[in-house]
């Protein structure tokens, strides 16, 4: 056997981050459609639009995913210096500030309600296209907060180190990708306000 | 849901390292849950088949309806029940049969059936490669794509009937269960089975261009690459840029649905009933819709075109005519058709203005396509043709794509577009172009391959007679539809007897069923020969079109890892068929130039002046030899 079939997996490690480079790409696409739909939409009546000012709590959510970026790269680092304690604690601190991620975008979505600016039944679907921007990130945050537990290593005898810092780059890039995706989101609403 | 691609990507990466070199094959392992592309490639195919022949038995069921609208079949009633009430079919199950057909035909046969199959089977093959970068990505692929059909074909057994709003799901009439009875759970089951369906897709396509990308084989630079390989590439960006905004869109019409938005939906009054929902733009679906919907007739054409242009150029053996001319060209339809959707949308209300800009950039898009036929007629032009069957669809899709094609730029010009727009004549246009044109590249792709996936052979006379009852059938069937088109007959009509214009078409239409009803019977041709073929055709041999692309260096018995020892390296191009001077027809990709210097032109060795020199005194030294010999 010159060469086993399969078992260059190792080779392969490239063609699969390229994958998750491709499926940002098609996830920037989705919400690159429903902020053009928010543009057709709003451009045709000067009825519509956001009609009022985000709540301060969208900046302090802006924050903390910056924030946990900054992390994200430190577990990222620690990881690749072979520190997996260190790795694990920042892991765990990133996804900490996921939650607290969570916690600021619902309430801005209660304060938001409580302005009459609801999701349905509002004839002005600029308004609720708000919450599908959110809803739709959140649901990525969500991915992301699974990617981030599943790195965390348990077993360190057993931790391969290729395949250890290869989990943390895919989630790194991933959850990167839904920081600066937020930082869009927020842009764009900011400027349609 | 595309996420869950990501996930399992870790996942399998984090397992794959344990389940080294020994393989424990059980049956679940090797053809269901299978993580080999050329099993995965079969199930997609025979996937598809199924669904092939569920969409061509619907539209029967409404054919019939079509040519015999005052006649009674009392059998209809036995196998519908109350969708046949009297043996007649109702209007509104008319719709939902027109709506599930167009769906499959569009999504489940031609994208899935068609990039699934080949681009599983070929990419790997052809560039020299073990397998997908994620088998296991592209195993949830299939899977999902097995769920959306099932899915979709539960709709059949829901109380309200499937969904009925036409393959383009337009709202209001999509949104709104008051509007019609498919609209109820039939349309919710339509939004899951198209959500599974679309992260099916969107798994396949990352895979697809991760392989193309990053694992082809030494020597197999870009421009070494078959036509095939560049078309289901472009095809799967194509399908990465597009979908998911079909994803937006239809999430947004999931809310409106059942959430009380109102993004698509105003002013509406139903039975009288005046709706809560104000304030929505039903413009705004069909931009989504069709951003994605232009987008997706190239991803059901481009894979068949490369198909044609690889067995076209096996079958002629002749290089394939412009090679780079037919690369460039689907690079130009890719580009292109993301700035062409306006052109479903010219009568719907949008700025005229607009309608022109699209127009404009709708009437470019037929310059590439000429490109690619100009270039399909020059490679069989004086070619030493071999008429197998794959050769014979291969020149039905060019026949098809040309009669087809053309009625595209009377639509695309959005004057005209008035009075031919939701008529016949549009049916006609894309049954021609994108249904039989990529019908026959499937089909001519099953009977080229069929020995690589299955190992033997399918019968060549039954092949013959399914070509010709498809070919001439597929005219017989949608060509008078140009002019029941251009008397301005509309589509999605359940029958043409109220309205006296139209009574002159009836004849036309009982004409049309029974070309339909043939066709149809001459596909059993095929099922036959493929079912049968797989279990008791003759034996093939490793390389039975003495094709030159890397696949056909495979060993006929299928292994993990496609190649038993090293995988070998490519020299040269993949169309060397004919070359002057050589010994045989074809050379094969992984002959090394030092092999062949009696065929070698300078061409070859372009940018390479070493090789160019020892090739020059080669052949000053067989002169000299032949001038001694004298
Ligand atoms: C020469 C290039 C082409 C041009 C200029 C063209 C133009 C058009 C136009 C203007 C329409 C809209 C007609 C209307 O609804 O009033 C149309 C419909 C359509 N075309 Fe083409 N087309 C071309 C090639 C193709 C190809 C290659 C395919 C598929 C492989 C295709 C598939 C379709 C489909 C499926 C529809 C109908 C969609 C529907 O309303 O259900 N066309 N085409
Ligand atoms: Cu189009």
Not at chain 1, 15 to 21: D, V, Y
Not at chain 2, 43 to 71: K, N
Not at chain 2, 173 to 181: D, E, G, V, Y
Not at chain 2, 258 to 285: A, D, K
Request: proline share 5%.
């Amino acid at each position: 056997m010159a060469q086993k079939p399969f078992e260059n997996d190792r080779e392969n490690l490239k063609a699969k981050k390229f994958m998750m480079w491709l499926f940002l790409v098609s996830s920037f696409i989705y919400f690159a459609g429903l902020t053009s739909g928010f543009i057709v939409y709003t451009a045709e009546d000067p009825s519509r639009g956001i009609n009022t000012i985000l709540p301060d709590v969208f900046k302090y959510s802006t924050g903390v995913i910056i924030l946990s970026s900054l992390t994200m790269h430190l577990a990222y680092l620690a990881g690749k210096k072979l520190q997996f304690r260190m790795q694990n604690l920042y892991l765990l601190i990133t996804a900490v500030l996921g939650l607290f991620f969570f916690v600021f975008q619902f309430q801005g979505w209660g304060l938001l309600f409580n302005r009459g600016v609801v999701f349905s039944g509002n004839p002005n679907a600029s308004q609720s296209f708000i919450y599908v921007f959110i809803a739709s990130h959140l649901l990525h945050i969500a991915v992301g907060m699974i990617l981030l537990l599943r790195a965390v290593r348990l077993k360190f005898s057993r931790i391969d180190p290729v395949r250890n810092t290869f989990r943390l780059e895919i989630t790194s890039i991933f959850w990167h990708f839904i920081d600066i995706l937020w930082i869009y989101l927020y842009v764009f609403l900011l400027l349609n306000q | 849901m595309a996420s869950t691609a990501i996930q399992h990507t870790l996942e399998h990466s984090g397992h794959s390292h344990d389940d080294h070199g020994h393989h424990h094959e059980t049956f679940l392992t090797k053809y269901v849950f299978s993580q080999d592309h050329k099993m995965i490639a079969k199930q997609f195919l025979i996937t598809g088949i199924i669904m092939a022949v569920i969409g061509m038995l619907l539209s029967i069921l409404f054919r019939i309806q079509l040519g015999w609208p005052d006649q009674s079949f009392p059998l209809l009633e036995t196998f519908l029940g109350k969708w046949a009430e009297g043996g007649r079919i109702k209007p509104d199950f008319y719709l939902a049969l027109v709506t599930i057909h167009g769906t499959i035909m569009v999504f489940f046969v031609l994208t899935a059936g068609l990039s699934g199959t080949f681009s599983n089977l070929l990419i790997p093959l052809q560039l020299g490669a073990r397998d997908m970068a994620s088998p296991f990505v592209n195993m949830l692929s299939f899977w999902f794509f097995f769920t959306a059909c099932v899915i979709m074909m539960a709709s059949f057994f829901v109380e309200s009937g499937p969904a009925s709003a036409g393959w383009t799901i337009y709202p209001p009439l999509s949104a709104l269960p008051q509007a019609i009875s498919g609209s109820a759970a039939g349309m919710t089951l339509w939004l899951i089975s198209m959500v599974f369906f679309i992260a099916s897709s969107l798994m396949g396509a990352l895979n697809y261009i991760s392989t193309v990308l990053n694992m082809r084989t030494k020597g197999m630079d870009m421009w070494k690459m078959p036509l095939t390989i560049w078309a289901f590439f472009l095809t799967a960006i194509l399908g990465v840029l597009s979908f998911p905004v079909l994803v937006s869109g239809v999430v947004l019409l999931i809310f409106d649905r059942s959430f009380g938005t109102s993004f698509y939906l105003s002013e509406l009054v139903v039975q009288g009933q005046v709706l809560p929902q104000q304030g929505g733009s039903p413009i705004l679906f069909q931009h989504l819709f069709w951003f994605l919907g232009h987008p997706e007739v190239y991803i059901v054409i481009m894979p068949a075109m490369g198909i044609a242009s690889e067995v076209m150029a096996t079958n002629s053996r002749k290089p394939i005519f412009g090679y780079h001319a037919m690369v460039y060209s689907l690079i130009g339809i890719s580009v292109l058709s993301f700035i062409v959707w306006g052109h479903h949308m010219f009568v719907t209300g949008m700025n005229p203005f607009l309608g022109g800009v699209f127009m404009i950039t709708t009437l470019i898009i037929a310059v590439p396509s000429a490109v690619k036929t100009f270039n399909w007629l020059a490679t069989i032009w004086r070619g030493n043709i071999r008429f197998t069957p794959a050769m014979l669809f291969a020149i039905g899709l060019v026949s098809f794509f040309i009669s087809g094609g053309l009625t595209g730029i009377f639509l695309g010009n959005a004057a005209l577009d008035i009075p031919l727009h939701d008529s016949y004549f549009v049916v006609a246009h894309f049954h021609l172009v994108m249904g039989s044109a990529a019908i026959c590249g499937m089909l001519c792709g099953v009977y080229h391959w069929f020995p690589k996936m299955f190992g033997r052979m399918m019968d060549e006379k039954l092949g013959y007679l399914h070509f010709w009852f498809t070919f001439i059938g597929a005219y017989l069937v949608f060509f008078p539809m140009h002019f029941m088109g251009l008397d301005g007959v509309p589509r999605r009509y359940y029958a043409f007897t109220e309205f006296e214009f139209m009574k002159e078409w009836l004849t036309v239409n009982t004409f049309v069923s029974w070309a339909a009803i043939i066709a149809a019977i001459g596909q059993i041709a095929f099922l036959w020969n493929f079912f049968h073929s797989i279990f008791y055709g003759k034996k093939a041999v490793q390389n039975p079109w003495e094709s030159s692309t890397l696949e056909w260096t495979t060993p006929v018995e299928h292994l993990h890892g496609n190649w038993p020892g090293e995988i070998p390296t490519v020299y040269r191009w993949p169309y060397d068929y004919s070359k002057p001077g050589h010994t045989t027809d074809f050379i094969p990709q992984t002959t090394p130039f030092s092999q062949t210097m009696s065929s070698n032109l300078p061409h070859d060795f372009e940018g390479n002046p070493e090789a160019e020199r020892i090739q020059i005194e080669w052949q000053k030294k067989q002169q000299a030899e032949a001038e001694q010999g004298v």
